[in-house]
Nanobody, 123 residues
């Protein structure tokens, strides 16, 4: 069984910063990619940023230059440093992991999701 636990959301004023973290735990063999999606009310879920096990990153155009994704492979943890936050960044942020887990029947590759953490940017 695999769990992704997120932390770090909250309320911040425009121009402020927040740091999200997401730790994966459980029967994990290896993790390929980790990252973050977000979903604002009435909108589709969109990719914010992703990072591979080798450290390659990709970002949504709307957050480039403001957000930085990083990863601690030893801790199976991914971080999202969000600076210069804007009201349009308000959303529920979901962590994901593309990983290989194992159980009595063998190894399995799947995508796992965190429960989501609310980020609200407002004055």
């Amino acid at each position: 069984q695999v769990q992704l636990v997120e932390a770090g959301g909250g309320l911040v004023q425009p121009g402020g910063s927040l740091r999200l973290s997401c730790a994966a735990s459980g029967s994990i063999s290896s993790i390929y990619a980790m990252g973050w999606y977000r979903q604002a009310p009435g909108k589709q879920r969109e990719l914010v940023a992703g990072i591979t096990s080798g450290g390659s990153t990709n970002y949504a155009d709307s957050v480039k230059g403001r957000f930085t994704i990083s990863r601690d492979n030893a801790k199976n943890t991914v971080y999202l440093q969000m600076n210069s936050l804007k009201p349009e960044d308000t959303a529920v942020y979901y962590c994901y992991a593309d990983l290989i887990s194992f159980n009595h029947s063998g190894f399995h590759r799947s995508n796992y999701w965190g429960q989501g953490t609310q980020v609200t940017v407002s004055s």
